[in-house]
């Protein structure tokens, strides 16, 4: 039983020093050399309950995993796995975190976990080729096992969604009981596998929301991949970039984040603080981008069919998200309970707009929602007393 | 015109040694070996001999003992004037064929330096025709000013080399050109072909597919190069797809890290060429010019975005085909090439030579091999014997 030890981050001055001298060798403005981290640093630690624990992963080594777990004062809350994806990190739950812990008459509770992917944040990285998101997968679901969660529910986006995917798929209906996911990629349908949805989405007509959405996939596809065509094939070459060069890690990184969401204000501080992360992690910034690699090459990885979870699934549609799907081809992601179109939003939704993806979350597992108890005995409401009579 | 010398400025020299000695590696998977991209010894040993062994001032002398280069200024219309470097060497002997060299990514005027002597040799075969060579810096690599304003592509490029021939004084030319300089000098052979441009060689052969496919009728090299090209589109074309679309995004890495820029570069060195025996000092020599480039190495990654965005991407089929005659050299371990049947996408072929060894950068790879082609595709009993009107590479 591997132990669990608190957390703090606590990045060390000479790698602060090594930061600063690179970023005074550019012409850059000076505001970039001073970038508070230590008070950032503070107030994630203040933030977010961070601890870090051994995790066995079948075939591989032993991962030292970074994670986030608060639980709410609701004994009976649901607990529910966050699993970020690239260019995020554990920091995706900090706005969502207070949310979900809260107890109330009016909305389920949540028990949070949120870790730092493999090679992210300040988890450890795989050490050897072959660590595929089935891996990461397994990371996750022992990591909620050795907490005590042997029942879960999970929400996720980017990676997360494939990540959830698998879980729901290999740990489903024993272990994880729903997943919801706010980047539900969806294949074409095909006639033979889901005829009827298939004739259903060929006599509807697209709504406009379905039609931008369309062309937003489009334009995503053609302008928008290159950084996955790099990593997915030479992520050791690009990785030499990413950590010699705080510059060119803040432009790959602050390029999505300001492309891939809904007009969020980013601050500054907010960019730096995310990209810092990026920098200072444990596995270094060329780790992260392994999983592209290594999806592309697992037998199972970018076979979508492989994975056929049927427990069931809550999606949330935020407009400017990199692939917008027909909303009928969402039917085949999973055992589809709950759907809510939103209209402003993008690809980083709990950072972007936590308070929908709570409100969505609330729904789907409140009362009188379709996912209302699915972990037994942990329904996220206060238990009712039963007067004495 | 003025002749020049390179001459990189100390603090360049002590930049670039200070961001050395910051340098920091990313880890490694065990046993990866290239699968995921350049190895991580390789590039520490480089980055160590580059910071503390390598002589740059020496490979610079040598640079210019060897190549003798000029800058100029050329005008390019909607894009102001840009100030051109090119290498220029005529002949030893006789009348040279006027041939234009160019180059393409991650390549330079450097690639010129092996077939320049053999070109233009004045000892030797006199049944073998001898050239002019001008090799330019394309703008925006080596020591070229690079355009200021989006939307520079094929067209541009041909237009500044096409003028630089006719500011030399050279009203007729021939040209070769591998990578982007394949493209380069078919858009030069379609603008200004048959006029001025009186033939092309090239040594990569990409276009198409037609209408109609007999893929049963290829040979086992055709669907080689065919395999091939699919091959690198599947697993070796992420830089193509960034440059691409995120050149600057790119840029900012590039600029910033003498280690990012040797690897992302160092990696088509070696992956691209036929075994070829790099030295530390050839390698670092390279990526030098990329680092010390005029423009900046972000610069040089905008071409693909340009010709991207103006529908001529790689392979794609232009609708005008050149009709002056074209002659092909096939490298082994090119990134791939086309059946015969598809070469009417290209250009007229009269002239292919097959090579047994040898890859994309055929010029520095086999220097030889491509030098004995244009020479006997332009000698005296070659298909492009005397294009050029009183310079047909012999005397008189």
Request: hydrophobic share 35%.
């Amino acid at each position: 039983m591997s132990v669990e030890l608190p957390f703090q981050i606590s990045i060390p001055d000479s790698k602060l020093d090594l930061l600063r001298q690179k970023l005074a060798l550019t012409e850059f403005p000076d505001e970039l050399e001073n970038t508070g981290w230590n008070y950032e640093e503070a107030k994630l630690n203040q933030d977010l309950p961070q601890f870090t624990k051994d995790i066995d992963v079948n075939g591989f080594e032993t991962l030292n995993i970074h994670y986030v777990h608060q639980k709410s004062s609701l004994a009976n809350a649901i607990p529910l796995l966050f699993v970020h994806g690239w260019p995020g990190s554990f920091i995706e739950v900090r706005k969502i975190l207070p949310l979900l812990v809260q107890s109330s008459p009016q909305f389920p509770a949540f028990h949070v976990v949120a870790l730092s992917l493999p090679g992210f944040g300040f988890s450890e990285g795989a050490h050897k080729p072959g660590f595929a998101p089935e891996q990461y997968a397994e990371v996750a679901h022992n990591l909620m096992l050795s907490l005590g969660y042997h029942e879960y529910v999970t929400q996720g986006g980017d990676w997360g969604y494939l990540i959830t995917r698998i879980i729901a798929h290999k740990y489903g209906g024993k272990h994880s009981k729903a997943w919801h996911t706010n980047f539900p990629l969806a294949t074409p349908l095909n006639f033979s596998v889901n005829p009827i949805l298939f004739l259903q989405h060929l006599f509807t007509p697209y709504t406009a929301a379905e039609k931008a959405g369309i062309e937003r996939s489009k334009r995503f596809e053609k302008e928008g991949q290159g950084y996955f065509h790099e990593q997915s094939t030479k992520p050791q070459t690009l990785g030499y970039s990413l950590a010699d060069s705080p510059v060119g890690l803040l432009a790959w990184i602050y390029e999505k984040l300001a492309t891939w969401t809904d007009s969020y204000p980013w601050t500054d501080d907010e960019v730096l603080t995310w990209v810092t992360i990026f920098y200072f992690s444990r596995a270094g910034p060329a780790a992260s981008i392994r999983i592209y690699y290594e999806f592309i090459h697992s037998a199972n990885g970018s076979q979508p069919s492989s994975f056929e979870p049927t427990i069931p699934l809550g999606v949330s549609h935020f407009p400017e998200e990199l692939r917008i799907t027909p909303r009928k081809f969402v039917h085949s992601v999973g055992n589809l309970v709950f759907q809510v179109e939103h209209s402003t939003g993008g690809h980083f939704a709990a950072y972007e707009c936590p308070d929908e993806l709570v409100d969505d979350l609330r729904e789907m597992f409140g009362k009188q929602g379709p996912a209302f108890g699915v972990v037994p005995g942990k329904n996220g409401y206060e238990q009712r007393i039963r007067a004495n009579l | 015109m003025s002749s020049y010398k390179i001459d990189i400025p100390p603090t360049a020299l002590s930049t670039l040694k200070s961001r050395l000695e910051n340098a920091v590696f990313p880890d490694e998977l065990e046993d990866s070996g290239w699968a995921y991209g350049a190895p991580l010894a390789d590039i520490k040993r480089l980055v160590a001999r580059w910071r503390d062994g390598f002589d740059w001032r020496h490979e610079e002398q040598k640079l210019n003992a060897e190549l003798p280069q000029f800058t100029r200024d050329i005008e390019v219309d909607g894009f102001g004037t840009l100030n051109i470097h090119y290498v220029h060497k005529k002949s030893e002997r006789g009348l040279g064929i006027p041939l234009l060299f160019v180059h393409g990514w991650p390549g330079s005027f450097l690639e010129s330096r092996k077939i320049v002597p053999l070109l233009t040799a004045g000892s030797g075969d006199a049944r073998l025709p001898v050239f002019d060579v001008v090799a330019l810096s394309l703008p925006g690599f080596g020591f070229s000013e690079g355009p200021k304003k989006t939307g520079f592509s094929f067209t541009q490029y041909a237009e500044v080399s096409h003028k630089l021939m006719l500011a030399l004084g050279y009203t007729e030319y021939v040209t070769q050109g591998g990578d982007w300089g394949a493209s380069i000098t078919k858009e030069i052979a379609r603008r200004y072909g048959g006029e001025h441009s009186k033939a092309w060689h090239i040594n990569l052969i990409l276009a198409g597919p037609p209408a109609t496919q007999d893929p049963s009728s290829y040979t086992a090299i055709e669907k080689d190069g065919l395999a091939r090209f699919q091959e690198y589109k599947r697993s070796g074309n992420g830089y193509y797809r960034i440059q691409a679309t995120k050149p600057q995004t790119l840029g900012y890495s590039l600029a910033d890290s003498p280690v990012g820029l040797l690897a992302w570069i160092y990696e088509k060195l070696v992956i691209w060429t036929d075994a070829y025996p790099w030295t530390d000092d050839e390698v670092l020599t390279w990526v030098s010019i990329y680092w010390f480039s005029r423009a900046g190495p972000a610069a040089s990654l905008r071409i693909y975005y340009e010709v991207e965005h103006a529908g001529q991407e790689v392979g794609s089929t232009n609708f005008h085909i050149p009709t002056i005659p074209l002659g092909f050299s096939h490298f082994p371990k090119e990134l791939g090439r086309i059946p015969k049947s598809w070469y009417h996408l290209v250009g007229n072929v009269v002239f292919e030579v097959e090579h047994d060894s040898g890859g994309h950068f055929a010029a520095h790879e086999k220097p030889e091999l491509l030098v004995g082609d244009l020479q006997k595709m332009f000698g005296k009993s070659g298909p492009a014997f005397g294009v050029v009107l009183g310079r047909n590479g012999y005397d008189g």
